[in-house]
């Protein structure tokens, strides 16, 4: 799917593989973008914790903005959740700054994912593809 | 060159090319929703304010929220994300904003709402500053799609101010 990915250099486009909100289901596709504007609450941002590969898409929920050097540090959590996102953050850390935050949720395309999660959940999908496509090359009269 | 793989490649580029479009489409017209959504908050009661052993300030309030979100649905909307925060300055920080209370709402039915509720998450300043603190409570909504662009706005409401002792 290069020419939906393929867009501004600033804008990033994520699969989602967990479920974020009931609001993008399987399968969907989020746009992020990433502006120099400060963070603020309610959010949707992409972060990811040390040790773990897979970044995370939730809210932010509480914002706090130095005086002095204008840094935040926030607190997010899954909207589906019962609880704030402490638990998933490092040993001891209680907040997220700034340079955790990979981008934030712009818009969602539904379903567009689908054939990448397929493909990655039964790879068996994937060699029966590659191995059609390599006989339509072998057997196409161009 | 009319072989089957061919025309079948052709139709599935043709049909992706045509989903994108319309989902761009379906967001487009959510441009033309110009919504009029409205919102009272009211603290019916402060339960306690107290500075924790970790030296923070911390306070539990019950709420009154009444909104009526109805005109931000449209049929392009899977759902509306609402959450009040409470928001403040302090000599430390710059801004303070505290998620106290949030919910999802399905459908436009279940827009017009009235909430009594206690404080959903904790209250807790960086520090001891909230006594006597003024602050706005603001109701934020993020308006989630079936596709396409999220719209976010707020309606800010000002005026409140914490006790001054602690209770």
Known sequence: MGWIGDTVDSIKSIQIRQLLTQAVSLGGYLFLHMSKDPI???EIVVFNVDGREIPI???VIKVHERQDTGEVEVLTKGDNNYGDDRLLYAQGQLWLQRHHIMGRAVGFLPYVGWVTIIMTEKPIIKYILIGALG??????KD | ???FGYRANALLTFAVTILALICAMASLSDNFNSPSPSSQIQILNINWFQKQPHGNDEISLTMNITADLQSLFTWNTKQVFVFVAAEYETLKNSLNQVSLWDAIIPTKEHAKFW???ANKYRFVDQGSNLRGKEFNLTLHWHVMPKT???FVDKLVMSGFRLPEEYR
């Open chain 2, 1 to 3: 060159m009319h072989s």
């Open chain 2, 115 to 117: 909430v009594q509720t």
């Open chain 1, 57 to 59: 898409v939730h809210r």
């Open chain 1, 135 to 140: 006989l339509l090359v072998i057997t196409s």
């Open chain 1, 40 to 42: 603020r609450a309610g």
């Open chain 2, 148 to 150: 396409g662009k999220m």
